[in-house]
């Protein structure tokens, strides 16, 4: 056993005592959330420029009443009430007189867009105030040079939609007025009503929105991203040790099943560095942006059993594949399948928060390498996961884990002294059943 | 235990390549054995094995008495060829490391202990990665002694060292004799060979061909060599009746006799080619017996020769 630790306070330090260990500390997370963050950054960033739409109105009734919206829209929604600064477009429209939308027309508009003279136009049908059949609803088209992601479509889009629905409603004899207050009806998520160690009845908490989202998908990429910084060291680690002949040495003092037991439990005292050290900064964070409600602080152990699991059973590998490889090169096609086994739960995080306690969830988080990210994630999103779920997933998780250690072990006995070339996938198998 | 290391009809086999054939050999306790070879000889396949990193596919290998078990024994210090160390760590703590591996505790003061006598005592707080070759190697072989082992493998020790250098191990390496420990080294120094080994054992092509004391190896070539001094360096000795080779180091020259040949008679026609300084019958140096089992013109025994 004190081989056992000498081998792993070693391999602490090298993972935890190095500047690389730290700037990849402070780098991940601007990687695993600068997507979710840049954007919320840069979402002042507009382009403010002035747009200019063609209306080709084919019912001739309609212009008028756009170009109030428009005057309105610009004199009181393109600037921020408090410092007056610019923050969306404002629009120009002019009337392309026509009582029927042409070919020739379409192309001439288009030409003008392809020049810059146009950002749009938009073609309004002669029918457009006629009610179409069921189903058959009237279409009103936007011609830009993208319109998905288009704010200017989607501004037309309720306005155009607004004043046709109050003119066909005027039309049939019903007031606007009242069918707009008929609408006036909303249903607010809430969480669940808890009794508290008082024996108080707390009231349910309103929906946080998107924060639901963000942070079960957060505790998800967490996972990932601990088991990234410590699977990846071991590969290296074993690599060098390989290369060095400090392998040779190693073999000299202590048995292979020591020298893995050794580094793994280095490794996973690593993650746990990194864990507390990214939980801290987390709730910290959380405490500034008072949302510390929001942090499911009743999942954190089964998080930190799950997380080290993981760390065991994916660092076990890439030592494994470590051991059988000479060179980091020689370790990528071998590694491809275990990326795979780590990066699929990023697939199904969407069904599984849109549907925590679902059947398609429950199922895909009881397979063995998926159980760690996925049953937290579950977790995360909602306090009402049967506790026999992730109990058994410990249980499952205790039991492959143990296999892939074994398995690992095995394949690192052989291959850390092997030489030439690199042992494929089907090699290593053998070498980790046979034993 | 007589015999710190006995190998019994070792063989070793890398696919179709046998690295080592039928082996038999003993080191005996205490001594300083010397393992010389050509390259792929299947020198430090010998040693892996000794070390149990291998394992033989034939034959049986015992160690300190104890012919079952793995590598990992803290009676044996080992030395790999070159490297060894952890690059990142300081020297320092790569040796204390190492002892501790090797079940001691608190030996950070011999650790000091041994950087002061090999002199690296001011780089004890440098990266290994820092080091020369030499003082790496130095490195490596406290690593390999600190704990006082009962056995000691060094695979080529004395590579890329300097003549200082040089000396300072192999005091360190007789030193560990004198407290009782038996030392294994390979070596293609024949001169650090001849100098340091009680025993010299030579592999070659995987099958032994020399086991024995350095008398006991010369004697049984007999005194069939000559060593010469000429004062003119270019004087050409290649014709010369009863001379069977000649290897040339410029002024000085080493002639082996053919079987049968007459001294006086070449010393007479040396005389002839030139002007002889020295003149010296001799028994064939260790390089020489060197190479006339491993050199290219080798026509030396298929069996061992063991005294």
Known sequence: ?435 | MSNAVELTHVTKRFGEHVAVNQLDLAVPAGAVYGFIGPNGSGKTTTLRMILRIFYPDEGQVAVLGNGRGGAADDRVGYLPEERGLYKKMRVRDVLVFYGQLKGMRNCRREVDSWLERMDLASWASHRVEMLSKGMAQKVQFIAAVLAKPELVVLDEPFSGLDPVNMDVLKDAVLGLRAQGSTVIFSTHDMDVAERMCDTIFMIFRGKKVLDGTLASIQNLYGSDTIRVRMIESRVALAGIKGVARVNDFGPYKELRMAPGADTQQILRELMAAGEVEHFELARPSLHDIFVRIAGPESQEMEEPRCA
């Open chain 1, 1 to 435: 056993m004190r081989k056992i630790l000498v081998i792993a306070r070693r391999e602490y330090l090298a993972m935890v005592g190095t500047k690389a260990f730290l700037l990849t500390l402070a780098v991940m997370p601007i990687f695993m959330l600068g997507g979710a963050v840049v954007p919320q950054l840069l979402r002042d960033q507009v382009d403010v420029t002035t747009k200019h739409v063609a209306i080709a109105d084919a019912s001739q009734s309609l212009y008028d009443a756009i170009a109030q919206a428009v005057d309105d829209y610009n004199k009181h929604a393109t600037r921020d009430p408090v410092s007056g600064k610019q923050t969306t477009p404002e629009y120009r429209i002019e009337r392309v007189q026509c009582e029927q939308v042409t070919d020739q027309l379409r192309l001439d508009l288009s030409n003008r867009i392809r020049k810059g003279e146009l950002y749009a136009f938009v073609e309004i049908p002669a029918s457009v105030l006629e009610t179409p059949p069921i189903g058959q609803p009237t279409v009103v088209s936007f011609y830009a040079e993208n319109t998905t992601l288009s704010d200017t479509k989607r501004w037309f889009d309720r306005t155009v939609s607004t004043i046709v629905q109050t003119r066909r409603l005027e039309q049939a004899g019903i007031d606007p007025a009242v069918v707009t207050q008929s609408q006036l009806i909303s249903v607010q998520g809430r969480g669940l009503v808890e009794r508290d160690a008082d024996g108080t009845v707390t009231p349910a908490k309103a929906d946080e929105g998107v924060l639901t989202i963000l942070l079960p998908l957060g505790i998800m990429m967490f996972m990932f991203m601990v088991i990234m910084m410590s699977a990846q060291p071991m590969l290296e680690s074993v690599l060098e040790e390989k290369g060095n002949r400090v392998a040779e040495v190693l073999l000299g003092s202590a048995t292979p099943l020591q020298i893995m037991t050794g580094k793994l439990f280095g490794n996973v005292a690593g993650s746990l560095t990194v864990a507390v050290i990214y939980i801290a900064g987390g709730f910290a964070l959380a405490a500034y942006n008072d949302v510390t409600d929001a942090v499911p602080f009743a999942i954190m152990p089964w998080f930190i059993v799950f997380q080290l699991l993981a760390v065991l059973m994916f660092s076990s590998l890439f030592m494994a594949i470590g051991a059988a490889v000479n060179q980091l090169k020689e370790a990528q096609s071998l590694l491809l399948p275990v990326w795979i086994l780590i990066v699929a739960p990023m697939f199904v995080w969407f069904n599984i928060v849109r549907e925590p306690n679902g059947g398609f969830a429950t199922g895909i988080s009881l397979i063995p390498p998926f159980i760690p990210m996925l049953m937290c994630l579950r977790m995360s999103c909602t306090s009402t996961v049967p506790f026999w779920q992730p109990a058994l997933g410990v249980l499952i998780m205790v039991g492959v884990t143990s296999l892939c250690v074994l398995a690992a072990s095995r394949v690192f006995r052989i291959g850390i002294l092997a030489q030439g070339r690199a042992p494929k996938l089907g090699q290593l198998i053998r070498w980790a059943l046979s034993g």
